[in-house]
């Protein structure tokens, strides 16, 4: 079994910043993309950033500047660093990976438990 386990969340005024990991565990062979979503209530879950295994980033337009997604994969962890938080930014933080459980097998996604992240105004 796999597991991705969040951490970093929390509350925060507008203008600070945050930190949020997520570390892999389990039957892992290798790990392909890795990514943050995030899903504000009422509304669809977004993208907001993605990160391949060599180290290939891409971003979310309203995140562009502000947030930077990187991976430790010695450790199996992406990492998500948001700085100028905004209010609109609140919502609840879920990671993504592509994980191979074996040499000879397709990878699959496999989804995090959700952290929540507030900003004050």
């Known amino acids: 079994q796999v597991q991705l386990v969040e951490s970093g969340g929390g509350l925060v005024q507008a203008g600070g910043s945050l930190r949020l990991s997520c570390a892999a565990s389990?039957?892992?062979?290798?790990?392909?993309?890795m990514a943050w979503y995030r899903q504000a209530p009422g509304k669809q879950r977004e993208l907001v950033a993605t990160i391949t295994s060599t180290g290939s980033t891409n971003y979310a337009d309203s995140v562009k500047g502000r947030f930077t997604i990187s991976r430790d994969n010695a450790k199996n962890t992406v990492f998500l660093q948001m700085n100028s938080l905004k209010p609109e930014d609140t919502a609840v933080y879920y990671c993504?990976?592509?994980?191979?459980?074996?040499?000879?097998?397709?990878?699959?996604?496999?989804w995090g438990q959700g952290t929540q992240v507030t900003v004050s105004s």
């Open positions: 993504n990976a592509n994980i191979q459980i074996g040499r000879f097998k397709w990878g699959d996604d496999y």
């Open positions: 389990g039957i892992i062979f290798n790990i392909n993309a």
